[in-house]
């Protein structure tokens, strides 16, 4: 028997998974850290909390089961995108990392489209240039930390400063280099051109590996602090959502990943580098060699749900916790009585602003067409159908750029969901399929391990032996009519309310710091 470790370096824990080489999840630990928020809109961690963590997972999932560390073939990473990790000259860490869901960076962003321009980014990048992502912190940590800034001997993402403290090296792979704006995507590898425009030394960047290839070994320092064998290999791995596509077979064209958890990501593979021409849709490599990815984010998907049930589900969260059952489920009972469409309630999901394909922070969340019929139960059927609503917006930006989407595979809460899984199936006219993972980005980066280590022959090999379909939903061609009505109404209101989302933004705005005109 062999093994395979995944480590999963999140935002709020590090998460070590051991499989076997059949796919079968043996144990998983987590062990959770701090972030920290100095100031409004910044949000950064401590890299030595990630390693501490790190450190403390793998003891616990290798005692947890027993495993014989000789046995533990490989060990593959994955973890949250775009943070910045600065060591100085001696490898020592010279401030917080800076995160990915960090705000302190946007006239850095402006400055860094203006100087390459918009369209250029694009063709370089596959992205447009993001507060969340890596290269704005750079510039951001020049401009406001000069005394930083001129100490800086090398730049990590995340995982990547995990590979140096278990291996020694530094080192990425391609699809969490991809977000940084500082990588040539189509190409695979670091951009020139933008290192170049931005005055950023490229000998700060780790050298670059597709995501199976072992980039270091184990050494004797960490094995004796983890329980791991010295010498054994850990590959490159991949961002969160790369890693958590290869953990739900999201390996070839036509098979699309839709996640419903607080956000929504819709996540497909392409064997091309193809950028959406505004830049609406993030277009990364993928952790699958000479494959990219097209991805779509909603920023309040399960989050939509989660305030409708605490605004207006309190009565059913009461009843729930008396008779031992998820208040969601007496929600959805509810809504499942309702008529499809909810006799034309709409409900826009954007409550915490958008992403796709509205980049936009002022969009607010709105129920449209009520009338003295609508009980809370077509409210809440409501918020279930403008959330499959905006998602399927990233589906019809994907299918515009030719992209055949064959087979959808669902995960996250929201999949838990008989009701909405019919309901994202109906509204997207495609089956929609739940598999027998549920371990997310960490599985994934313990199959990428294993395809370094040639337990399996490639990335697609560990995915057809690991990962299998356990339930299907199929489209109810009715409901698909209806819906098909409805959505160009959905579509619509985002254009026609745009205007009035500014100026409440700017009275809110106003009136919070007590200004008057």
């Known amino acids: 028997m062999v093994y395979l470790m995944g480590i999963d370096v999140g935002t709020t824990g590090a998460k070590a998974l051991l499989i076997n080489e059949a ?109 969340g992502f890596t290269a704005p912190k750079i510039v951001w940590v020049r401009e ?144 699958v060699p000479n494959k990219w990815h097209l991805m779509g984010v909603m920023l309040s998907a399960g989050g939509s749900f989660r305030w409708f049930r605490d605004t207006l589900g309190r009565m059913e969260k009461e009843i729930a916790s008396l008779i031992r059952k998820d208040p969601y489920e007496l929600l959805t009972a509810e809504a499942a009585r309702t008529p499809v469409g909810s006799e034309g309630l709409i409900f826009l999901p954007y409550l915490t602003g958008e992403r796709t394909p509205y980049p936009d922070p002022n969009a607010r969340g709105v129920f449209t067409g009520l009338t003295l019929r609508h009980d809370k139960a077509h409210l809440c059927r409501a918020v279930l159908e403008g959330v499959a609503y905006g998602l399927r917006d990233s589906l019809e930006l994907m299918e515009d750029l030719g992209l055949e989407i064959r087979q959808i595979r669902a995960s996250g809460g929201g999949a838990r969901s008989d009701l909405w899984r019919q309901i994202l199936a109906d509204v997207f006219d495609t089956e929609l399929v739940v598999i027998n993972v549920t371990e997310g980005a960490a599985y994934g980066a313990a199959l990428l391990a294993g395809a370094g280590a040639g337990v399996y022959k490639n990335v697609a090999e560990a995915c057809q032996q690991a990962v299998e379909v356990v339930q299907r939903t199929e489209p109810v061609k009715k409901n698909t009519a209806l819906y098909g009505e409805f959505y160009p109404v959905y579509r619509a209101l985002y254009g026609a309310l745009k205007p009035s989302f500014d100026q409440v933004s700017q009275v809110v705005a106003k009136s919070a710091t007590g200004g008057t005109e």
């Open 144 to 287: 406001h930390e000069p005394e930083v800034y001129e100490k800086v001997a090398q730049v990590l993402l995340p995982k990547d400063y995990i590979r140096y403290r278990l291996t020694g090296e530094f080192a990425t792979e391609v699809s969490d280099a991809s977000g940084t704006s500082l990588f040539d995507v189509g190409r695979r590898h670091w951009s020139e051109e933008m290192l170049e425009a931005l005055d950023i030394p490229a000998e700060w960047l780790p050298e670059c590996y597709e995501s199976p290839v072992v980039s270091g070994q184990i050494s004797q320092t960490v094995a004796e602090a983890t329980g791991l064998k010295a010498g054994t290999p850990v590959v490159g791995g991949g961002g969160d959502q790369a890693a958590q596509a290869v953990g739900s077979g999201i390996v070839e064209t036509g098979l699309v990943s839709v996640t419903v958890g607080t956000s929504g990501v819709v996540f497909a593979s392409t064997d091309e580098f193809v950028v959406e021409p505004e830049g609406l849709l993030h277009a990364f490599c993928h952790a």
């Open 23 to 131: 796919g079968e999840v043996v144990v998983s630990a987590i062990t959770e850290y701090p972030m920290y928020t100095p100031h409004p809109q910044w949000a950064e961690q401590d890299p030595e909390d990630w390693w501490q963590a790190t450190a403390e997972s793998i003891r616990r999932v290798l005692a947890e089961s027993g495993a014989n560390p000789n046995q533990v073939v490989g060990v593959g990473l994955t973890g949250q995108m775009h943070g910045l990790v600065l060591l100085d000259k001696d490898d020592s860490v010279l401030r917080p990392c800076i995160m990915w869901n960090d705000q302190r960076t946007g006239s850095q962003c402006a400055w860094i489209t203006d100087k390459v321009g918009p369209k250029r980014v694009l063709q370089l990048t596959g992205n447009p240039v993001l507060p």
